[in-house]
């Protein structure tokens, strides 16, 4: 069974003191994709190179403080990939692929942050763009290779992923373009929404972020923003999901999923 996390940690020196290590030394999983390390490479040396066990690997953004990717894995791939091609978005540090690639088969594990548009019309503009030049690297990958990408999407997808949907339908992350988008990725090129496929109808227990403000948390008013999303015959290895609402290490929570499939 292959043991795969992604957690989107705001922040791995904050994420850190709350103990995050800890409990993936008894979570154990075999990988975790972890988003907004908001951290450099000096801040990481001698202390985040390596987490409860697993070898890290990093995707940074050039500006301090500010988004960035990673992959802690107990097995080492083939090969490892920052960025994607993109001039404007790698350099803000949202993609890494590690490749655990075999003569048998090809295998990337991909940790994923895509923009927000919360902020104002110019971020939502960007996170447009991003969605546009993105589409066609997953459709590349998809042709070449078995894949999951683990990641905060920043996209409620359908009403039950997001606890007050009719009066967010104007607000960034649940807006149509963007629903659209992800419904492309499922529909046309046939990525499947791993969670979803075991869990199609949860809604509550599904949310995977909560706003700061209003006691959101407390009152469990949350969106549903981060996947798992795999190729076909990867997803239908999936066997079961969880998301680890109890755990505080950020304003997202832990979404696990078991793989029958060895790396």
Known sequence: MFKLTSLNLNGIRSAATKGVEAWLERHAPD???VQEIKAQMPDLAGKFEVLAGMRGHFHLAEK???S??????????SAVI???GSEEFDAEGRYLEARFDTPRRKFSVISCYFPSGSSGPERQEAKYRFLAEFYPVLHRLKAEREFVLCGDVNVAHQEIDLKNWKSNQKNSGFLPEERAWVSKVIDELQLVDVYRRLKPDTTGEAYTWWSNRGQAYAKNVGWRLDYHLATPSLAT????????KDVKFSDHAPLT???????
Request: aromatic share 18%; net charge negative; hydrophobic share 35%.
């Open 64 to 66: 301090k403080g500010y």
């Open 68 to 77: 960035g990717v990673g992959i802690y894995t107990r097995h080492e791939p």
């Open 237 to 244: 290895a999936a066997r079961t999901a969880a998301i680890y």
């Open 257 to 263: 999923v078991d793989y029958d499939f060895e790396i």
């Open 31 to 33: 990988c975790i994709c």
């Open 82 to 84: 920052a960025g994607y």
